[in-house]
């Protein structure tokens, strides 16, 4: 029996108290494991949302939001101008339309609610330009209700040179089922959103009408957003074309090389394109996205240092116990020859004993609760986000920035990769090694004398 | 092996001043001689053990042990002093309790130096020269009679076949029959091995068995 098995032994040599020592040591090194994986889980979000988010610059036309304000769309040769400017990767154009019912086929998936009616409550009918009467003043007090047409929902068409720029997520289009259109050509091919497919019957191959021309379903995606999921997308080329547009462009998405040149092509591209064009990075929006989960990270490393030193002092504490308990066996061990070096590393091999049990212990623990405390992070940082944003001001670009936010700090999941594990067992190691100092200092200090001391 | 003690001396700062617990002690052993020291509670007598032990430093004086004084030892040297010239017999028998009693001598011969591959075969050899067999030997000390216990303590402290063997009051603990087998021991011991033996104690019997008896009194030797 050497020095290193007198340590495991001592170290069980009270069951009960050792068992409730493990205990606690294994709640700490699990909520160090599970900090750990949440902060490497919030560290390749905040990776992926730097090497996505942040090369990004949207370019509008000036005056234009979606369907709202005036103006005239981005022509070929500011599109052109675009595409040329230095570190700029690619352009993704955008054009979108609105779809009455005499433009197609198709039946709106969209309700018109409240909201629509307002928004169509200045338009004309029947060309006259007769302004309409908004649906709240309508009835038998209002005159020339007759003049007036309902308004009707619309089906919105988008035109992309890359339909991925449709999708909500950051990333691919989902499809959920047929195959992806050909976004550089101008055939009559469209991708149409789920709703809106549903609402229609379509399937892929089926056909469908629009601006008086057949088309063709080659896919049906989903993007679980409402709005999009009742739309179509066409080749840019194709509604260009079909609406007597030629180069039309309502929106572009441009991606720089390198994030470091955003801030560069967005000064080129103001120069360039003057107040013609509206022209946002994103580099905010990512700011915004990297500071909520730099927040999350903060937390997890608080946590793991918390942990880190409950633990430690939860050993320290142990060992200090179980030294003054057994100084008189301490003075024996001496008193017949063990070395100050024999003594320490048996107590200090009771004392990693016990905390390798409990780190043992506290990694599957610390596995299995990773996801639920990652969720949880997550779940406080969005509402302590979403209560700030309440008490905060409004403004056009709260909405941007609100998604971004939450685009970014979505999808993180806790990441036990064997990194995280390698640092738990360097932290538990840690943990034992700190905790043993001071009772090692202990240790060294008791006399052999001691054990001639009476009872 | 001889020891001479020359004017030790021990001093401790108590609250109410300086305490002179050995005073100007000087006398010698020979080698193989079974020696008594005896003396009221207070007197002295453990902390010349711990002096001749190498378990403490004294204020003042010399131990010399064939010649070389273990005073001036370094914390090292003392502890091999004390694992390999040295063999204690406490009044508590102090055995490591989650230990047997094999273990628990196989123990001073690991700080003794002795290969890991005899340890087990001498500890049993000498748990057997005591009077604890094989069983006996497996178990921990808490499950040993105090007379077993101290037979044990015994092996354990012959295991490195010690030049002296310090006892403190080894029969303290235990009734007068067990107490006078484990004095049998000792004095058989000494007389087999030619072992040096210390022995402090209470009992007048025990002391007036032995080859040589000193009295210690407020820390000084009166008998030689």
Redesign the interface.
């Known amino acids: 029996m050497n020095v290193i098995s007198r340590g495991v032994r001592g170290a069980l040599r009270s069951p009960i108290r050792a068992g409730a020592i493990v205990i606690m040591l294994a709640i700490s090194i699990g909520l160090i494991i599970a900090m750990l994986a949440a902060k490497a889980g919030v560290e390749v979000r905040i990776s992926e949302v730097k090497a996505n988010a942040a090369t990004g610059i949207t370019v509008a036309p000036a005056g234009i939001r979606g369907f709202a304000g005036g103006g005239d769309p981005l022509s070929a040769e500011q599109v052109a101008t675009i595409k040329g400017t230095e570190h700029v990767a690619s352009v993704a154009s955008t054009l979108t339309d609105q779809l009455g019912t005499d433009d197609t086929n198709l039946t709106p998936s969209l309700e018109l609610g409240s909201f629509g009616q307002r928004q169509q409550r200045f338009e004309s009918s029947s060309g006259s330009g007769a302004e309409m009467t908004p649906p709240a003043m309508t009835g038998s007090a209002a005159t020339g209700d007759a003049m007036r047409q309902a308004p009707t929902p619309r089906t919105t068409v988008t035109g992309t040179t890359d339909p991925d720029s449709v999708a909500t997520n950051g990333g691919e289009l989902t499809l959920a089922s047929g195959k992806a259109i050909d976004a550089g050509g101008a055939e009559n091919v469209a991708l149409i959103g789920k709703t809106l497919a549903e609402k229609n019957d379509l399937q892929p191959d089926d056909t469908f009408t629009m601006y008086g021309q057949t088309f063709t379903v080659n896919g049906i995606f989903s993007t679980d957003n409402a709005f999009q999921d009742s739309g179509v997308i066409v080749p840019l080329t194709t509604l260009q074309t079909l609406t007597e547009q030629a180069g039309a462009v309502t929106s572009a998405t441009v991606t720089v090389d390198s994030s470091d040149n955003v801030a560069a092509v967005v000064s080129s591209l103001k120069d360039s394109l003057g107040d013609k064009a509206d022209i946002t990075s994103e580099q905010e929006r990512a700011e915004s996205s990297v500071s909520s989960l730099s927040s999350i990270s903060g937390l997890a490393t608080t946590g793991v240092i918390g942990a880190t030193v409950a633990a430690a002092v939860i050993v320290l504490l142990m060992m200090t116990m179980i030294v003054r308990e057994r100084r008189r066996e301490i003075g024996v061990i001496k008193a017949i020859g063990g070395t100050n070096a024999k003594v320490i590393t048996q107590f200090v091999t009771e004392a990693l004993t016990l905390t390798v049990i409990g780190g043992i212990i506290g990694i599957g623990l610390g596995i299995a609760v990773s996801g639920s405390i990652t969720e949880g992070l997550v779940q406080n940082q969005q509402n302590s986000a979403a209560t700030n944003r309440q008490a905060g001001p409004g403004g056009m670009g709260g909405p941007a920035l609100i998604r971004g936010a939450q685009q970014g700090i979505q999808n993180v999941t806790g990441t036990v990769s064997p990194a995280v594990i390698g640092g738990g067992i360097g932290l538990t190691l840690l943990i034992a090694i700190v905790g043993s100092a001071v009772p090692a200092w202990l240790i060294a200090r008791v006399r052999p004398a001691e054990v001639l001391r009476s009872e | 092996m001889s020891i001479n003690v020359n004017n030790l001396t021990k001093t401790f700062h108590a609250a109410g001043g300086e305490v002179r617990a050995l005073d100007d002690i000087s006398f010698s052993v020979k080698t193989g001689e079974f020696v008594s020291i005896i003396g009221k509670s207070g007197s002295g007598k ?1 902390t010349l ?2 002096q001749l ?1 190498a ?2 430093q004294p204020t003042k004086g010399e131990i010399l042990v064939d010649g070389q004084d273990i005073t001036k030892l370094s914390g ?1 040297k003392q ?2 002093y ?3 010239k040295i063999g ?1 017999v ?3 028998y ?1 055995l ?4 047997s009693a094999l ?1 628990n001598v ?3 011969l ?3 130096g002795a290969p ?1 591959s005899e340890r087990k075969d001498r500890s049993f050899e000498l748990l057997e020269m005591v009077g604890i067999d094989a069983d006996q030997a497996r178990r921990k000390p808490g499950k040993l009679s105090g007379g077993q216990q101290q037979r044990v303590s015994i092996a ?2 012959l295991g ?1 076949d010690p030049a002296f063997l310090l006892a ?1 009051e080894p029969t303290g603990n235990l009734d007068s029959e067990t107490g006078a087998a484990i004095f049998t021991l000792l004095h058989d011991l000494s007389r087999e091995r030619q072992t040096t033996i210390i022995v402090v104690t209470h009992d007048l019997d025990i002391a007036g068995k032995t080859d040589r008896t000193y009295t210690l009194k407020d820390g000084k030797l009166l008998t030689k």
Do not use: V, W
């Open positions: 453990s053990l711990a032990g378990l403490d090292r502890t091999t004390r694992s390999k204690f406490f009044q508590q102090n490591i309790p989650n230990l273990e196989m123990l001073g690991e700080f003794g890991a354990r402290a490195n403190d």
